[in-house]
């Protein structure tokens, strides 16, 4: 049963609309459409709707998207674009747009001019972390609610939200048991299927899901992958490409931690409401507070600390920083990454690529071929001093 339950979330994981979605929606549920992480979810779970992550899953076609946003954008950003101009993502009954970045932010504008959505907020999320930025995305997420309860018809209870809070909790609960597995000599899971268990978690209802992840992890408690070349870590810009990270490790690196918003910068970072605490304020200062993410200011030696945490937890061997063609914030947030980690010891590959690019992928595998035999080249070193 366990191991039913971690192929179907592996193959549900490859597509958009998956069945859970279309069995919600044929209920009469609605769902919500977020990209950022920034966005309390929680606020969406509350209202009894679906929230419901972006992904492109790879896609590499971008041509309506082109005409409506230039080819100097984020690919990822475009391929969003695409399957929301397309009609992939006519099942959404909504939109929550935030600042992420410039190209994010013109992915939502063009969508929303050329093809409106019923429902669409714009949550604006500070750059900051001090006092004042606390205070006014406080504003923004009671905006953010009283904008859903409007749209939606529905009221927003502070006791409602304790529960989203906690079924949300539980959810990132199993999510840190199943990424902490991978911490393990003989880890359970290759990193595309931790990315496929993850994709899923913003893809179908809270409970179903919680019940399928106990399956995977049932299924997967005994002795683990043993036969590995490397362990690997992945860093960098928004990642929901499962056919790349295959092809990584078909080389024979295993990815065993990531610090990626599609990954454990998700739910890494607990969140507890104390007896009488208002919950929109308890999730206003933890998703401001827990935001690792380049566009913050001010904030690179808590993200430096964060994957040199995570690269001693999972005995990492080397880390892979990434980031899409035209991604200023994390192209420069990289660079800071990579000279910090490899002053520490750790072995970097820093790579740039188009986001979905088939044609690519001779290229990056090459350099991840060169860099794993880099990281058995110190190994090698280090067993005959």
């Known amino acids: 049963?366990?191991?039913?339950?971690?192929?179907?979330?592996?193959?549900?994981?490859?597509?958009?609309?998956?069945?859970?979605?279309?069995?919600?929606?044929?209920?009469?549920?609605?769902?919500?459409?977020?990209?950022?992480?920034?966005?309390?979810?929680?606020?969406?779970?509350?209202?009894?709707?679906?929230?419901?992550r972006l992904r492109a899953l790879g896609n590499p076609n971008t041509e309506i998207a082109d005409a409506h946003l230039s080819r100097y954008n984020c690919s990822f950003c475009r391929s969003c674009l695409?399957?929301?101009?397309?009609?992939?993502?006519?099942?959404?009954?909504?939109l929550i747009e935030t600042n992420g970045c410039d190209h994010l932010r013109g992915m939502f504008e063009n969508w929303q001019y050329v093809k409106?959505?019923?429902?669409?907020?714009?949550?604006k999320?500070?750059?900051?972390?001090?006092?004042?930025?606390?205070?006014?995305?406080?504003?923004?997420?009671?905006?953010?609610?009283?904008?859903?309860?409007?749209?939606?018809?529905?009221?927003?209870?502070?006791?409602?939200?304790?529960?989203?809070?906690?079924?949300?909790?539980?959810?990132?609960?199993?999510?840190?048991?199943?990424?902490?597995?991978?911490?393990r000599n003989d880890p359970p899971f290759t990193g595309a299927e931790a990315l496929s268990i993850m994709l899923m978690?913003?893809?179908?209802?809270?409970?179903?899901?919680?019940?399928?992840?106990?399956?995977?992890?049932e299924e997967r408690s005994g002795p683990g992958i043993s036969d590995y070349r490397a362990r690997?870590?992945?860093?960098?810009?928004?990642t929901d490409e499962l056919d790349l990270i295959r092809e990584m490790e078909s080389l024979g690196g295993l990815v065993v931690a990531d610090a990626f918003c599609y990954g454990t910068k998700a739910f890494w970072g607990p969140l507890e409401v104390a007896e009488g605490e208002n919950p929109i304020r308890a999730l206003s200062d933890k998703y401001l507070k827990d935001l690792l993410c380049p566009r913050m200011y001010d904030d690179f030696d808590r993200r430096r600390d964060y994957v040199s945490d995570l690269v001693d937890r999972a005995s990492v061997?080397?880390?892979?920083?990434?980031?899409?063609?035209?991604?200023?914030?994390?192209?420069?947030?990289?660079?800071?990454?990579?000279?910090?980690?490899?002053?520490?010891?750790?072995?970097?590959?820093?790579?740039?690529?188009?986001?979905?690019?088939?044609?690519?992928?001779?290229?990056?595998?090459?350099?991840?071929?060169?860099f794993l035999e880099r990281i058995e080249g110190r190994a090698k070193v280090r067993d005959n001093s």
């Not at 690997?232 to 928004?238: E, F, H, I, N, S």
Request: with cysteine.
């Open 82 to 94: 695409q399957l929301g101009l397309d009609g992939t993502y006519d099942f959404l009954d909504g």
């Open 317 to 370: 061997d080397g880390v892979i920083v990434m980031h899409n063609k035209f991604c200023d914030i994390h192209g420069v947030d990289n660079v800071q990454l990579r000279m910090s980690l490899e002053k520490q010891g750790t072995p970097v590959l820093q790579l740039e690529k188009e986001y979905g690019s088939g044609a690519d992928i001779g290229r990056i595998k090459t350099r991840v071929q060169a």
């Open 116 to 123: 409106p959505s019923p429902f669409f907020h714009y949550l």
């Open 232 to 238: 690997l870590m992945l860093c960098g810009a928004a």
């Open 125 to 183: 999320v500070p750059h900051l972390t001090n006092q004042d930025a606390l205070d006014y995305f406080e504003v923004e997420v009671r905006m953010f609610k009283e904008a859903i309860e409007k749209a939606f018809g529905v009221e927003i209870t502070d006791e409602k939200l304790r529960d989203a809070i906690k079924r949300q909790e539980a959810l990132r609960g199993r999510l840190r048991e199943v990424f902490a597995m991978r911490e």
């Open 1 to 52: 049963m366990a191991e039913q339950q971690l192929e179907k979330l592996l193959e549900q994981s490859e597509v958009v609309e998956n069945e859970y979605i279309k069995r919600w929606k044929e209920g009469g549920g609605k769902v919500i459409g977020y990209s950022c992480v920034a966005t309390p979810v929680e606020v969406i779970d509350a209202a009894g709707i679906l929230p419901f």
């Open 201 to 217: 978690e913003s893809a179908m209802p809270c409970e179903e899901y919680m019940d399928m992840v106990d399956g995977a992890i």
